[in-house]
């Protein structure tokens, strides 16, 4: 069975950064495209990006409101995905999830204190 | 930046049929926006209904359709039951980007 495992979540104060991490068991991540998805306390789901399967270029994409702030990875020698997030603000507190063939991990609590 | 319009809210009498709708602001939503269904209970992890358009997931209860309509893809559901209380997003993907709607508040009542 897959199963996505998030972690790095935590607080941080406003123009910091912090790293996400995506791990997962039954799933080659290199093999997927695999998404970062996040969703404000009370809000819908926001899509935060994407980054495609090796065989389709591995290349990302991300929402433009984020404006380059955020930055999906992948090392594939570790099958793990990666957000790193610089420039923080307080609007992108949020529980962070990925996201992948249907499944979801069970989501990275952000903090961002002002 | 494409827009996604879901209709805030719902209801359905239990056992009776409803359908939720996802608009794009660009035009037609087809098969190739790659429409996903979402489900979501208060306090828990987003759950997939449905995949590329209507693709059920092994976990999706028959009752669970999607398809395309009237440029609009559409999420079925066809005897309500009171644990089909939820909100459903839908997620369409355009070229580089990926956008998802505002959800839909599903009472069963």
């Known amino acids: 069975e897959v199963q996505l495992v998030e972690s790095g979540g935590g607080l941080v104060e406003s123009g910091g950064s912090l790293r996400l991490s995506c791990t997962s068991s039954?799933?080659?991540?290199?093999?997927?495209?695999m998404n970062w998805i996040r969703q404000a306390p009370g809000k819908g789901l926001e899509w935060v990006g994407r980054?495609?399967?090796?065989?389709?270029?591995?290349?990302?994409d991300d929402a433009t409101l984020l404006k380059g702030r955020f930055t999906i990875s992948r090392d594939d020698s570790k099958n793990t995905l990666y957000l790193q997030m610089d420039g923080l603000k307080t609007e992108d507190t949020a529980v962070y999830y990925c996201?992948?063939?249907?499944?979801w991990g069970q989501g990275t609590l952000v903090s961002v204190s002002s | 930046q494409a827009v996604v319009t879901q209709e805030p809210s719902l209801t359905v009498s239990p056992g009776g049929t409803v359908t939720l709708t996802c608009g794009s602001s660009?035009?037609?939503?087809?098969?190739?926006?790659?429409p996903y269904w979402f489900q979501q209970k208060p306090g828990q992890v987003p759950r997939t209904m449905i995949s590329?358009?209507?693709n059920k997931q092994s976990w999706t209860p028959a009752r669970f359709s999607g398809s395309l309509l009237g440029g609009k893809a559409v999420l079925t559901l066809s005897g309500a039951q009171p644990e089909d209380e939820a909100e459903y997003y839908c997620?369409?993907?355009?070229?580089?980007?990926?956008?998802f709607g505002g959800g839909t508040k599903l009472t069963v009542l």
């Open positions: 996201f992948a063939s249907g499944r």
């Open positions: 039954g799933l080659t991540l290199s093999d997927a495209w």
């Open positions: 980054i495609r399967s090796n065989v389709d270029g591995g290349t990302t």
């Open positions: 660009t035009g037609a939503v087809t098969s190739g926006h790659n």
């Open positions: 590329e358009t209507s």
């Open positions: 997620l369409l993907s355009y070229s580089n980007f990926r956008v």
